[in-house]
């Protein structure tokens, strides 16, 4: 009979963790922008139809970064939960903050239990009334649970572009204006230059009735000032 | 089933749920909008009456009067019959209310949860198809005398043209070129429209015959409500272009509703 080794659980999370950051740190960036007229969700995605981001119900939207198959099958959980939710109470009952608290435990529960922990890193948005309101939620692979304020990078080189995205956000920007911030800040980071067409968005409009996602236009997309 | 499976939440990872489907996923936690009866409570169950549904040049509208009865009584009289099913298409349900109004919610839900699954909208014949599955679903009922039954229409984005669909109790689906009617009054509907009706209507002539005939179906069919103009209650009418679906103001319908009672033989 062989007796397996020791492993200190310190020594057992930190594996775990430093698996799951690698998986995520290779994740294309997105950039999470809170403005005036919405939120901007953008990233750069080659592929048309495998989302990054995506609507999960009327004023909330998802982004993840990391490994497709398992953010997707956090989304379409996400989705399965607020339709439910929606469905059984009212629409006004589904909030960003109980599906961002039941990512985060499905993910805490994930790392600690399953035979490889998810290499994800998700952020919930939520629009509010007026900017004020608006929420941003960020869950990571372990299942740690943070606010963002105002912005947020996910991905690789998120630290460096946080930094240029925080420098010139404003929260008048327009949305063109803050296509063009998010991705010269991508663009610079990485030192290359990105194809109009790689670009994913998503943007939760505040003048948006009931369901306030959509994807931007190709008009507004090309609208954004050259800098 | 398995108890694990029953409820709302929390949030699952990996449950065998066919991709797309909301109605899979209340089949799976055990939450599917149920009724059952010994004897049903047939007199004491609001029931909605006359709705219709005309193509015209645009595309298609949707009409319902406002009332709901039980047994003799009038139990409601600003009920909504007709609603839009998601940004294309539009429902109509006459029958029992209270299950109607249930079977759209839910028909609205799986439309949309389709349609953020799997980043793209269910196609028009396949909206229709689901109903069908659905009004199936209740046939049990159907023959206790709960019956639903709807009207489906919508802008059909890959040809380009508005399509009407009529069902049956037993969740026949049939595609219908230039109108159809159901409920109590629905057949007083249908001979209005049958001598009536022509093809490519403007907006304003289709508004006016679809609140006519209402009116005609009211005037022969004491479940159905005509306009009430003094308590300024008007037909609910939904139309669904390549603009997608509108619902008609009050405002615009009210002085084509004094026209048209005015201009009653």
Same mark, same amino acid.
């Given at each position: 009979m062989t007796v397996p080794f020791y492993v200190p659980p310190e020594q057992l999370v930190k594996d775990r963790a430093d698996f799951a950051k690698k998986g995520v740190g290779r994740g294309r960036p997105i950039v999470v922008l809170q403005l005036d007229v919405g939120i901007l969700l953008i990233g750069e995605n080659s592929s048309p139809s495998l989302r990054k981001i995506g609507e999960i119900y009327d004023r909330i939207a998802f982004a993840g970064v990391g490994r497709f198959n398992e953010f997707e099958t956090l989304r379409v959980a996400g989705v399965r939960y607020a339709d439910l939710k929606g469905f059984s109470y009212a629409r006004d009952d589904v909030t960003g903050k109980s599906l961002a608290n039941a990512y985060s435990q499905t993910l805490g529960q994930i790392f600690s239990h399953e035979v490889k922990p998810y290499e994800v890193d998700i952020i919930v948005a939520e629009l509010g009334v007026e900017m004020d309101g608006d929420k941003l939620f960020r869950v990571q692979f372990d299942g740690t649970l943070r606010d963002a304020e105002r912005t947020a990078v996910l991905g690789a080189g998120e630290d460096a572009i946080a930094e240029s995205v925080k420098d010139s956000w404003?929260?008048?920007?327009?949305l063109s204006e803050a296509i063009r911030l998010a991705t010269t800040s991508i663009e610079q980071v990485e030192d290359r230059r990105i194809d109009a067409t790689a670009w994913e968005t998503g943007f939760l409009d505040r003048a948006g009735e009931r369901r306030t996602f959509r994807r931007v236009t190709v008009e507004e997309f090309e609208d954004a000032p050259e800098q | 089933m398995n108890s694990e499976g029953v409820g709302i939440g929390p949030l699952r990872i990996g449950e065998p749920i066919d991709a797309g489907s909301f109605m899979s996923v209340l089949e799976h936690r055990g939450l599917v909008p149920e009724w059952r009866f010994d004897t049903p409570p047939k007199d004491a169950i609001p029931e909605a009456t006359t709705v219709l549904a005309l193509t015209w040049a645009d595309g298609v509208l949707m009409a319902g009067d406002r009332r709901a009865t039980a047994g003799n009584l009038i /139990?409601?009289?600003?009920?909504?019959?007709?609603?839009? /099913?998601?940004e294309y298409s539009a429902v109509a349900i006459a029958g029992t209310a209270g299950m109607a109004v249930e079977l759209i919610k839910l028909f609205q839900t799986e439309l949309e949860h389709y349609e953020k699954i799997e980043g793209s909208r269910l196609s028009l014949e396949g909206k229709a198809n689901f109903l069908a599955r659905m009004i199936r679903g209740n046939l049990a009922l159907a023959f206790q005398g709960l019956v639903v039954i709807p009207l489906f229409c919508g802008f059909d984005e890959v040809d380009h043209s508005g399509r009407l669909f009529s069902f049956d109790v037993v969740g026949g689906r049939y595609d219908e070129l230039s109108y159809a009617t159901t409920g109590s009054g629905g057949g007083e509907a249908k001979s209005f429209l049958k001598s009536e009706w022509k093809p490519s209507l403007d907006r304003a002539a289709a508004l006016s015959m679809a609140v006519e005939a209402l009116v005609a179906a009211a005037e022969e069919d004491a479940a159905t409500g005509g306009p009430d103009l003094k308590r300024d209650i008007y037909p609910n009418i939904v139309t669904v272009t390549r603009e997608g679906v509108d619902e008609v103001s009050d405002s615009e319908l009210a002085p084509i509703a004094a026209t048209v009672v005015e201009g009653r033989p």
């Open positions: 404003r929260p008048d920007l327009s | /139990a409601h009289r600003r009920v909504r019959k007709v609603y839009p /099913a998601d």
